[in-house]
């Protein structure tokens, strides 16, 4: 119950692709689900992050669809770059635990020129 | 703003040697974590800090690993004595005590 399971494990688009990168959670309790960028030998950078009060949040070229009933989470990357190539990590919490962050098992994206 | 400054960024060690961490929080920010990443996987919390109380360390290994937070600002992480299975990265995160975490860049651990 306390899994978030990601997919793909690895992504390779073009330059101007729209990658899709998947979640699932189980836990109906967790209510704070955001989405982190991680480069080589760097710490995970927070992108965007989602409450399922709302079904979808934009911020510049990242894109968050949330579908409370399915209890799935999206991240798409509008005209992806090369600089975009990263690891990227969702991630589910619950407030009343103080916001431990269950993270997913990350998706390598390589974005091609 | 300064971000979450963590020392050292690398550490090779014998097994059965100590090693410490060190974590400086974003100013301000009063909830402060430790996560281990392993190679290829997400970020696992190990403790978790308000001010200078630990009130989630359900995850850390008792037996050999040590955490604390003097004063509610830095924070240290000990293992000791340390076993190959903990060559990781281990992460330290703040927090102001809304919902959104804040790392480091992380210190990559090697046991050989």
């Known amino acids: 119950q306390q899994q978030v399971k990601q997919s793909p494990q690895s992504l390779i688009v073009q330059k101007g692709g729209i990658p899709i990168i998947n979640c699932a959670y189980e836990?109906?309790?967790?209510?704070?689900f955001p989405w982190y960028q991680q480069f080589p030998g760097k710490g995970p950078a927070l992108l965007i992050a989602i409450r399922p009060d709302v079904s979808e949040k934009k911020e510049g070229r990242f894109t968050i669809s949330f579908n409370k009933s399915a209890k799935q989470f999206s991240l798409h990357i509008m005209d992806s770059q090369p600089g975009d190539s990263a690891t990227y990590f969702c991630a589910a919490s619950k407030n009343n635990q103080g916001g431990k962050l269950i993270f997913g098992q990350g998706t390598e994206l390589s974005v091609k020129p | 703003e300064a971000g979450v400054v963590q020392s050292p960024r690398y550490k090779i060690i014998e097994k059965k040697q100590p090693v410490a961490f060190w974590c400086n929080p974003i100013?301000?920010?009063?909830?402060l974590y430790w996560y281990r990443q392993n190679l290829g996987q997400g970020p696992e919390l190990l403790i978790r800090y308000e001010n200078e109380e630990a009130v989630d360390d359900s995850q850390l290994p008792k037996d050999r690993f040590s955490a604390e937070r003097l004063k509610g600002v830095d924070s240290t992480l000990k293992i000791q004595p340390a076993e190959l299975g903990d060559s990781a990265v281990y992460l330290c995160?703040?927090?102001?005590?809304?919902?959104?975490?804040?790392f480091g860049p992380g210190t990559r651990l090697t046991v050989l």
């Open positions: 836990n109906t309790a967790f209510d704070y």
């Open positions: 995160a703040s927090s102001p005590g809304t919902a959104e975490q804040f």
């Open positions: 100013s301000g920010h009063n909830t």
